[in-house]
């Protein structure tokens, strides 16, 4: 069955560092769709960042990018010189390109940026 | 003006009470969902729909039911409400066009509470 895992709960980062948040999938499907939405605690769902699964380069939006390694189905998403701005809750999530456009979300990871 | 709006974005109710939650949109597409997201369950699917004949149960439809007035406008019923659909429901819509990646599109979300 498709699943998305992200195993991280909360995470801290200091303000200006690097974080990377995990996310693994699972799907037999060759041709899907990665995605990466940010929480913040107003609640609104705000799309960060895309990887189609036959792209071959990182995606790339400002300071998020995305390290895909297909072969491990991972799709983590890399935020660098973290703002105060980023502390949100951040979740992964995967459509299946053929058949249901369904799409299916992690559980999620809360970012916390420390001054 | 929001292009996914939610309607109530807040309500309280009690036990037993016939509740629905309104989405309309205004981007055009075709495929529109509904999402309930619950403290450390992250988003699930309650149900989605291609077009207003085609209306299709997700991994959490008991309890629920849908109606696709028209392209734009998509419903969500809890017919009887219980204290556990307490949760932040989010209405979303998807479309492959020009300039997107197939993202889905949030609004701004109903929270509903069950007494």
């Known amino acids: 069955a498709q699943k998305i895992t992200q195993t991280q709960p909360g995470m801290f980062v200091q303000e200006k560092e690097a974080v990377t948040l995990d996310c693994t999938y699972d799907?037999?499907?060759?041709?899907?769709?990665l995605f990466w939405y940010k929480q913040p605690s107003s609640g609104e769902m705000i799309f960060l960042i895309y990887?189609?699964?036959?792209?071959?380069q990182n995606a790339t939006e400002g300071r998020y990018s995305l390290n895909f390694q297909k072969a491990r189905k991972s799709a983590n998403l890399v935020i660098s010189a973290s703002q105060l701005g980023d502390s949100a809750m951040y979740f992964c999530?995967?459509?299946?390109?053929?058949?249901?456009?369904?799409?299916?979300f992690g559980t999620g990871t809360r970012l916390k940026v420390l001054a | 003006d929001a292009d996914v709006t939610q309607t109530p974005r807040n309500r309280i109710t009690k036990t037993g009470k016939r509740i629905m939650l309104e989405c309309s949109q205004t981007?055009?597409?075709?495929?529109m969902y509904w999402y309930r997201q619950d403290p450390g369950l992250g988003l699930r699917l309650i149900y989605y729909?291609?077009?207003?004949?085609?209306?299709n149960k997700g991994e959490i439809s008991d309890g629920y039911s849908v109606s696709r007035q028209a392209q734009a406008k998509f419903s969500l019923s809890l017919e009887s409400a219980i204290p556990n659909q307490t949760a932040l429901y989010f209405c979303?819509?998807?479309?492959?066009?020009?300039?997107?990646?197939?993202?889905?599109?949030f609004g701004e979300g109903s929270r509903l509470t069950v007494l």
């Open positions: 990887q189609g699964s036959y792209d071959q």
């Open positions: 729909s291609f077009d207003v004949k085609d209306i």
């Open positions: 799907t037999s499907d060759p041709s899907y769709g």
């Open positions: 979303a819509t998807s479309g492959w066009s020009s300039g997107n990646t197939g993202e889905l599109f």
């Open positions: 981007k055009g597409h075709d495929r």
């Open positions: 999530a995967m459509i299946l390109a053929r058949g249901t456009y369904k799409y299916i």
